[in-house]
């Protein structure tokens, strides 16, 4: 069984930036990969970035890669997604889950979501 928690959304004005943490109870989290997913009002969920439980490989929504960075540290039990040049249509809420092998589909843990909202 794995909790996560997410933290670190809020209010921004466009163009600004926010960093998430999701941060995992257990002492396996290095076992799993992990992943950001987000849900705007109205949307169907997608799917934000992925990083591999060994060797940090990444993937990440081709629309977001150049804004996005997801990234882990295994001694924190947390996961992160640094979000720069935020625009309106980034708001959503924003879902840490863990990751199935193919860095895309979410695992069978999630966690309960942060508000991200971006002013214009």
């Known amino acids: 069984q794995v909790q996560l928690v997410e933290s670190g959304g809020g209010l921004v004005q466009a163009g600004g930036s926010l960093r998430l943490s999701c941060t995992a109870s257990g002492r396996t989290f290095r076992a799993y990969s992990m992943g950001w997913f987000r849900q705007a009002p109205g949307k169907e969920r997608e799917f934000v970035a992925a990083i591999s439980s060994d060797y940090g490989f990444t993937n990440y929504a081709d629309s977001l890669k150049a804004r996005f960075t997801i990234s882990r540290d295994n001694s924190k039990n947390t996961v992160y997604l640094q979000m720069n040049s935020l625009k309106p249509e980034d708001t959503a809420v924003y879902y840490c889950?863990?990751?199935?092998?193919?860095?895309?589909?979410?695992?069978?843990?999630w966690g309960q979501g942060t508000q991200v909202t971006v002013s214009s």
């Open positions: 889950a863990t990751i199935r092998s193919n860095l895309r589909e979410p695992g069978n843990y």
